[in-house]
């Protein structure tokens, strides 16, 4: 393996392994950041060969996560558990949710090195922002952790964000029983927020684009990927009333405005939804 020593703002080393691409590192490639490798941009490279304007989904993940973020922070929503949170980059969650909710409180969770390094230094910006890094595929582990009973009150609403991370977990850990896991211990009047890549299995050259990159992915030294189907991330969902309009491509949950041009076809191989638990 080759390793990369870095320190946390807590003097924490932690061993950073650069001889595979890591999701967190290959999505901040994508949105121009500076915290990857070449080994991650080289999952980018090979991906925007197949789709050259793949760039824009990622950019449309982060617009669809503020909208969602500031409409439930809105709603009077004061708790946010961001799981899979990336790199910091321009906006981020807390950011929104305290700009719109003064009182909100965010913990973010990620497993992956480089974001516990950053994320400690810039997410965990004031003392209603935390930061644990955890396995997301955990749900007992990660709602037990004390990071997380310290700052959240979970007999209280919270919102669970899920944005674009479960495409990145394989069958066999089994993606909606871990959202089942996490939606049973969540209490009533919660939310959750999710993406996921979508293959629309209808032939269609959007399928064949979704296949395609998802076999870029898998190939890569990443590994991971999986486009799924609608009625199985329908499934991620079970046991919440989706908020209008449902699960639906990134720009048609609510908007900012008319688009300035329309979506190329990866960008509309996403879907996401927030939905309420009753
Ligand atoms: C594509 S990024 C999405 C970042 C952010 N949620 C967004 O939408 O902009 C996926 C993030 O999920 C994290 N992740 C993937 N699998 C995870 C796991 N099993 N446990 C914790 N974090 C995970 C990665 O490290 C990465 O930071």
Partial sequence: ??????????????????????IARVYDAFLGGKNNYAIDRAVMEDVLKIAPQASLVAKGLRRWLIRVTRYLANQGVDQFLDCGAGLPTEENTHQ?????????VVVYVDKDPVVAV???ALLEENSSTHFLQADLTRPSEVL???????????????ALIQCATLHHID????????????????????YVALTHWWDPQDGSEGSELAKGIERSFRESSMGTGRYRGRGEIETMLKGLDLLDP???ELDQWWPEGPLAKPNSLVETLILGAVGRKP
Avoid at 96 to 104: H, V
Avoid at 144 to 158: S, Y
Avoid at 171 to 184: L, R, S, V, W
Wanted: glycine share 6%; proline share 7%; net charge negative.
């Fill in 1 to 22: 393996m080759t390793a990369t020593k870095n320190e946390d703002t807590r003097g924490t080393a932690e061993v950073i392994d650069t001889s595979r691409a890591s």
């Fill in 96 to 104: 929104t949710a305290q700009r719109y909710n003064p009182d909100a």
């Fill in 118 to 120: 950053h994320g400690r």
């Fill in 144 to 158: 037990a952790n004390p990071i997380v009973t310290d700052h959240l009150d979970l007999d209280r609403p919270i």
């Fill in 171 to 190: 069958d066999d850990q089994q993606p909606a029983q871990i959202m089942a896991d996490y939606i049973e211990a969540l209490p009533s009047g919660s």
């Fill in 246 to 248: 449902g699960l639906v």
